[in-house]
């Protein structure tokens, strides 16, 4: 159905986008543009004329605000679709579920927002935000597979437990880089605490976890293409392909941008590049399980 397609589809975009526009907020200095919460300014919910943070910084911070209002609604539209369109799906009350936690966690987003400015921009806070969305994320890319109603491929045990190892070491490659973000110099305004762990140390740490990263696919795909059946390599094989591809894609930013000093032109790509890295990998897991156990009889 279109219009389903439509609204769980844009519930994922839409989570990816907040990355996009956080990573706006922080990246221009605007991350105290509306200084309270939840209004803007004492008084007022928008930004007010000859505000003192600056008209530019304050119309930053409540965009990056509104996309949450406007993700809520989208969300609870999903929320509606899934009970609706979902009672004929197997998974109707995983559906429901996740369905719920879509709206629950967007609500808790609004709640970190909220301790994110009211601490200043501590960088604990911020990097929470960060990581809400990505569970965020993992939710409605599946949820958006169960309401498309695509089959999970069958995969060996190994490949199973090697990409659920692999979405573990995706999640920290990303948790690692919100550390580097709040140790590095795009804080969201010049008075933000920062982690105080050394950039550079840290930087390469995260750099090394995305070598392992990459080694770890390039094994897995060996392995999907030497022992799993026609079907798995057809689509478990071709979203692994994926990930690989938008992996590489994202080191190399990652690369660049420590390379020219982070220029936020290409910090901001970086910050996509985390979404659509964790979509790679979360469609990766919600189209495969592991295949069911051989039974064996023995006949005297």
Not at 53 to 76: D, P
Not at 148 to 161: D, L
Not at 209 to 230: D, F, H, M, N, Y
């Amino acid at each position: 159905m279109l219009i389903s397609s439509l609204i769980f589809t844009a519930l994922v975009v839409l989570q990816v986008g907040l990355i996009l526009t956080g990573g706006a907020v922080r990246l221009t200095g605007s991350g105290l543009g509306c200084p309270t919460w939840p209004q803007c300014t004492p008084g007022s919910f928008k930004p007010i004329p000859h505000q003192v943070q600056g008209q530019l910084h304050a119309w930053i911070e409540f965009t990056n605000r509104l996309l949450t209002f406007v993700l809520f609604f989208v969300a609870l539209a999903a929320l509606i679709g899934a009970f609706k369109w979902g009672k004929s799906r197997l998974e109707y009350r995983r559906i429901r579920a996740l369905a719920i936690l879509q709206i629950l966690g967007i609500l808790g987003q609004g709640v970190l927002g909220g301790i994110t400015v009211l601490t200043h921009l501590n960088p604990i806070p911020v990097a929470g935000h960060f990581l809400l969305t990505v569970a965020l994320i993992a939710g409605s890319v599946s949820l958006r597979a169960l309401m498309a109603g695509k089959i999970k491929v069958e995969i060996t045990r190994m490949s199973f437990r090697l990409s659920r190892g692999l979405a573990g070491l995706t999640l920290l490659v990303i948790v690692l880089g919100t550390i580097v973000t709040g140790s590095g110099p795009h804080a969201g305004d010049i008075k933000a605490r920062r982690f105080g762990i050394d950039p550079r140390t840290i930087s390469w740490i995260h750099a090394d976890a995305v070598i392992a990263l990459i080694s770890l696919t390039l094994g897995l795909l060996l392995i999907v293409k030497v022992s799993e059946s026609v079907q798995a390599k057809t689509v478990f094989g071709k979203q692994l392909r994926l990930f690989l591809i938008v992996s590489l894609a994202q080191g190399t930013i990652g690369y660049i941008q420590y390379f020219t000093k982070l220029p936020e032109l290409i910090v901001a790509t970086h910050l996509l590049g985390s979404g659509l890295v964790w979509v790679a990998m979360w469609n990766l897991i919600a189209r495969s399980k592991e295949e069911a156990a051989k039974s064996h009889t023995e006949t005297d």
